[in-house]
């Protein structure tokens, strides 16, 4: 599990360190983390260490300290390093340490920020030591200009020919949020001191923060709450209840779907094959019987009826995916939220949801459904409010509701009533295409009716009790995601084809479990 601290968390594990004398020991450790981070991107890159360019981009605060000390262990190993000072204020012993080895430093302020950025263009590699945890708001003045410079000559990440290497985080995202106001640097790698920061999982700042590496600096956070956790491979599989050879169809889990209508019948059939591919018990599908034809072309397995919730005896439900204008999936949809078991509620069913529910009914709108949800409640947020800061508008929807919240998007933010976040950033924009979020449910469906009945469960993820669903739903999303960019290696997705990933997926996770299991 990687768990990000909020910055007001970290500084306060930094607290007693930095009182017992041992705050430029942590900055020490920080830059050094900082420079390996760097030195192993130069060899991997096959650019080498000696002869090679490096820019430090330096702050006024502890960031850009960070940034010059590990400038000056590049120095040390032959790399050639200008520090741009993109402040008026610069730590003093660090720049001093910087320019004893040998490095160059100009002042942002009465430069040309065109011609600097050129140079950090051209350059290997780019430390974005700017701003930390201390910023706020996005950035300013001379150091905003000069990175609109940069991003203009150098291109976007991906094509650009320098590395850039955030330096704890993209400087000028939320810390706490990943909202991102202005201009930033795209970074190749963030490399994360002590901790990750919730904004280096969340939203835009997610984005900006390319692949994280933590770098154990000595913070001891047992105290503190994770502000946001992600669940790795290695988590998910610890979830998965896989069969015994005690288990027969009903004791595996059986889920209900009341998915698809007339109007979009194609919805029910890829809930149903994701769900099956997932693997459990048995699909029990209620609803028109023209989309169970439907579903029975591709799935044959799929037990079909045209009843009600009460007589389709299952562990789990999932309603809503493409039903819509249908007045029985309707009524399926509320008995299956009151019968109290686990319930995924997509699309067509988020009306249905009552007032108060229980963290076991697992929401699963994208934002513009999150903002009729909010709307219908008194709270006011519209699509782009919500994309700016998922995590703010997920734990709002799950504290109204009840309910556990799966926001979709690049980022996938799952919200526990509790106040528990996690943040999944496995998919492939590949994903966001018509019926993606069908095969997202019917994972997300299946998981819940194996895991219904599986009381250890939370523990074997880590988790409390009341937090399980949410770990359900970001496990799903991770399924997902990891499907969604195993099929994109083959091209552009084609969703019904995102059954054959998902097994493909479940079995690569399963295997991981056994290896753990013998290691
Ligand atoms: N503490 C420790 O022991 C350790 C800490 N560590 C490191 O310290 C980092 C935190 O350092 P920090 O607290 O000095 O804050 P940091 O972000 O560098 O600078 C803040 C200054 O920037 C300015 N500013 C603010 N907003 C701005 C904006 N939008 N645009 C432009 N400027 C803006 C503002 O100055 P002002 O503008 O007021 O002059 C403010 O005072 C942390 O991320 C980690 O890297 C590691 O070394 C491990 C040990
Ligand atoms: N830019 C993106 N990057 C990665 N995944 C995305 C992106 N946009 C959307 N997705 C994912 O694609 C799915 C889209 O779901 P949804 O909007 O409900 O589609 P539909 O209703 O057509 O099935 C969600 O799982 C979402 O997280
Ligand atoms: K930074």
Known sequence: ??????????????????????G?????????????????????GGRGVYGATAVVLAGSGNNGADALYAGERLLRRGVAVLAVLTSERVHAASLGAFLR??????????????????????????????????????????????????NDLAGPRGTRSALVVACDLPSGIGVDTGRVDGPLLDADV???????????????????AGEVDVVDIGLDLAAFTPAVRTLLDADVAALLRAPTPHDHKYSRGVLGIAAGSARYPGAAALAVGAALATGLGMVRYLGPGEVASLVHQRNPEAVASTGSVDEARSQAWLVGPGAVDDHDQRRRAADAIASGLPVVVDAGALPEVPERVGPQVILTPHAGELSGLLAARGVDADRSAIEAEPALFALRAAETT???VLLKG????????SGTLFAQTDASPWLSTAGSGD???????ALA????????????????????????????????????????????????????????????LYEERRLAAVM
């Open 449 to 508: 009716a194996t895991l219904a009945e599986d009381d250890g469960a939370a523990a074997r993820v880590g988790v409390a009790d009341e937090d399980l669903w949410a770990a359900v739903a970001a496990a799903g999303a991770a399924i997902h995601g990891r499907a969604g960019r195993r099929a994109a290696l083959r091209g552009p997705i084609v969703v019904s084809d995102l059954p054959t990933d998902i097994g493909a997926v479940m079995a690569h």
């Open 101 to 150: 080895a040998g490095g160059t430093s100009v002042r942002l302020d009465g430069a040309d920020p065109g011609a600097l950025a050129l140079h950090a263009a051209g350059a290997d590699v780019v430390i974005d030591g700017i701003l930390g945890t201390g910023g706020s708001g996005g950035l300013r003045g001379h150091a905003s200009a000069f990175v609109e410079a940069f």
């Open 402 to 404: 009840g309910a556990t």
């Open 410 to 417: 690049f980022t996938t933010v799952v919200a526990a009533p």
């Open 439 to 445: 095969t997202l449910s019917g994972i997300l469906g």
């Open 1 to 22: 599990m990687l768990s990000a601290f909020s910055g007001g968390d970290v500084r306060a594990a930094e607290g007693p360190l930095i009182d017992a004398g041992l």
């Open 24 to 44: 430029d020991a942590l900055m020490q450790k920080a830059a050094h983390g900082l420079f390996t981070v760097v030195l192993g991107m130069l060899r991997d």
């Open 190 to 208: 963030t490399v994360a001191f002590g901790a990750a920061k919730p904004g280096l999982l969340l939203g835009a700042g997610a984005l900006a």
